[in-house]
């Protein structure tokens, strides 16, 4: 198997852009990357993730090392890629602002990203469809694995106090900026007066204790540790986006689907069984977030698991696209979403 291993500090520095971390921007030049240590680049297969006979056709993914990805590295440790042919080549990026680039100079054949990316890169016009979901919010008020997090003795009391407040975020303009504003407003506050400054999720909880930000907005593994400090959960922003809120999708390159269609449908059926053994096998899931994160195992075995579903809900993608365009991060809800859903199982 391609094993990766990456210390939470690094993990930090590829959260940037995607669930629950949500990335500003789809422009900037694509990067040839460097693989992940421990994955092998070549893997008997060409560029296009093609094969000879007899040989494991390579996928690269492009992805950030938060919970969403355990699945697909638990379908590995399973054989359900071995199954179709298949092994998977996963390397952690700077974000969507590189990996998009690259997946469309085919330097990558699938690309985990937040929900937002994708509406952005959609909207301005980048041949990407979204071919599977990549994490849903738990739908849970008190369960979600992204969350609002104040000071014990905080007079901030729910979402609508954060007015006149900084809340830090790991990306301005992005995913969980989105979440927090529908946060704010559902709890009659005005988003516009919420200062939201950029921190690294393990920056996040330090800052709040030395009162450098008021409210921090982070996801698992981080918003376990900062309940289990002490701190106070005040509100849901995924949930409150919406309760079936696709957090993060995997992309592909229309290209990609024109011209390799088996293989493109192949992937999108190991990540489907991946996520639904996940779903039924909770502990073998949390297991395998070891091979990629230095993780303590209490935290492992006590953090709130993504969500995972099929089908992409419309209602939630319209909120989902609806949240960034209230947000400023698109200007059209509807050209986030046109074409971006490919149901390639059907």
């Not at 629950?20 to 993730?49: H, I, L, R, V």
């Not at 779903?279 to 075995?301: M, V």
Request: hydrophobic share 40%; proline share 5%; with cysteine.
């Amino acid at each position: 198997m391609n094993r990766l291993r990456a210390t939470l500090a690094t993990a930090a520095a590829t959260m940037l852009l995607l669930t629950g971390c949500g990335s500003g921007t789809t422009s900037g030049a694509a990067s040839s990357e460097a693989p992940a240590k421990g994955a092998d680049s070549t893997a008997n297969s060409d560029s296009s993730g093609t094969a000879a006979d007899g040989e494991l056709k390579t996928v690269r993914v492009a992805a950030v090392p938060v919970v969403d990805v355990a699945a697909i590295y638990l379908g590995e440790e399973k054989g359900f890629f071995a199954e179709k042919g298949m092994t998977i080549d996963i390397q952690f990026t700077t974000g969507s602002s590189i990996s998009i680039p690259a997946l469309l100079q085919d330097q990558y054949d699938m690309v985990y990203t937040g929900s937002v990316n994708a509406f952005q890169a959609r909207e301005k016009g980048l041949p990407v469809i979204a071919v599977a979901e990549g994490g849903r919010t738990t739908g849970e008020p008190g369960a979600d694995h992204g969350g609002i997090v104040v000071p014990e003795d905080s007079e901030i009391q729910d979402a609508g106090d954060l007015e006149g407040k900084s809340v830090a975020v790991n990306a301005v303009k992005g995913l969980h900026e989105a979440a927090i504003r529908q946060s704010v407003k559902k709890a009659g506050g005005d988003p516009d007066q919420v200062n939201f400054l950029e921190l690294a999720l393990p920056d996040m909880q330090p800052a709040l204790e030395r009162g450098s930000v008021d409210a921090i907005s982070t996801s698992e593994p981080f918003l376990g540790n900062a309940k289990e400090a002490g701190h106070r959960l005040i509100a849901d922003p995924y949930i409150d986006v919406d309760p079936e809120f696709v957090t993060a999708v995997y992309l592909t390159s229309e290209q990609k689907w024109s011209q390799d269609p088996e293989f493109v449908k192949d992937f999108v059926e190991v990540v489907k069984k991946s996520q639904e053994y996940a779903t039924e096998h909770p502990d073998e899931f949390r297991t395998e977030l070891s091979n990629f994160t230095e993780i303590d195992p209490e935290t492992a075995e006590t953090m709130i698991l993504t969500k995972f579903g099929w089908g992409f809900p419309e209602q939630a993608m319209l909120r989902g696209s609806e949240a960034s365009q209230e947000a400023g991060i698109i200007e059209d809800a509807e050209a986030g979403l046109d074409g971006l859903v490919v149901d390639v199982l059907q």
